[in-house]
């Protein structure tokens, strides 16, 4: 709309004479206008990019801080587990062991190897677990020797968490875990071997089909 000089009628845009006092309506008048207009909008749209960015450059500070607190917070909760780790309470550690195991503290590897030493055998067992779930293969030597534990569980876990973490250091012990006492310890062992992958392992155990694919022949040849 633009103003008429002499009466303030509003008119449209593209009026040549006021609808009201029929005077000639100024041409520079509405070109000022106009250029005021535009200027407002310019000012409008500065003010809302500024808004955009300010709302997004809160949005950025606010995730980041999520980010930061939360990895603060999983860096102190690790530290706790671990401290944990050497309290009195039985089901305390247990717990501790369980959350170490879930967070995949690689920090928690050494002080998770002390415990596959524990006398008690559950201990022991949620410690070769979490020592899987980390998968730091520093921790394949000590879980070697407890392919030979008293314990099944901890025998059965720990073929499990050397197939886990893949080292062919485990092979030739897995091998001959294969011939373990308890069956369900030869069969975690076989799948251990299959998930390391290596020729040694997987050449056994083509062989290992070989003979039984024979055996199974020959049961069908002679009493079937």
Known sequence: MKACSNCKEPNEVDAKFCVKCGKELDV???VGQETKQGKNRNILKKIKLKYILAVAIIIVIVVLGRVIIGYLSSKSDIELHILNLKNTDRNV???AI???????????TVPLIAILKDDD???RQFAVWALGEI???QAVGPLIGLLNDSGLDVRRETATAL????DVRAVAPLILALKDSDRFVGYVAAEA?????DSQAI???NNILKVFYLSFNIFLFYFI
């Open 135 to 137: 998968k730091d293969s």
């Open 28 to 30: 520079l008048a509405v």
């Open 203 to 205: 050449n056994f155990l």
């Open 98 to 108: 369980k959350s170490l195991g879930g967070l995949k503290a690689s920090k928690a």
């Open 121 to 123: 055998s559950k201990l």
């Open 193 to 197: 071997l299959g998930e390391i992958g």
């Open 163 to 166: 197939g886990k973490i893949g």
């Open 93 to 95: 550690r247990l717990e």
